[in-house]
């Protein structure tokens, strides 16, 4: 079982490089998962983030806008390299949280 869930998170973090690597619009965190065909949405970000380390080895780098609030347009603080998700918004509690969005640099 262990080994099983193992090979999948290769497999899916393996699909996420291939994917960003070619991805030319900028896509939200939520529109990856959804090309990648998961809903483990918890494991997806540190995949991605997995990802764009690996990917910024090899050269290629992204510009990361962070989440934004739906309701009071709060934008969360978004660090350079690692894709953060609030589930709530400091600002109003809100839950609806437009997730960032990663653009090829
Ligand atoms: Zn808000």
Redesign the pocket.
């Known amino acids: 079982m262990e080994g099983n869930a193992e090979e999948e998170a290769k497999t899916i973090r393996q699909r996420i490089a291939e994917y960003l690597e070619r991805m030319k619009d900028p896509r939200s965190v939520a529109d990856i998962a959804r090309m990648i065909g998961t809903d483990r949405s918890e494991n997806i970000i540190q995949e991605i983030n997995h990802a764009l380390k690996s990917l910024k080895a090899k050269g290629i780098t992204f510009k990361i806008l962070p989440a934004t609030?739906?309701?009071?347009?709060?934008i969360f603080k978004q660090t350079k390299l690692e894709v953060k998700v609030p589930s709530k918004?400091?600002?109003?509690?809100?839950e609806?949280?437009n997730p960032p969005i990663l653009q090829r640099k």
């Open positions: 609030c739906r309701k009071c347009n709060f918004c400091p600002g109003c509690k809100g609806l949280i």
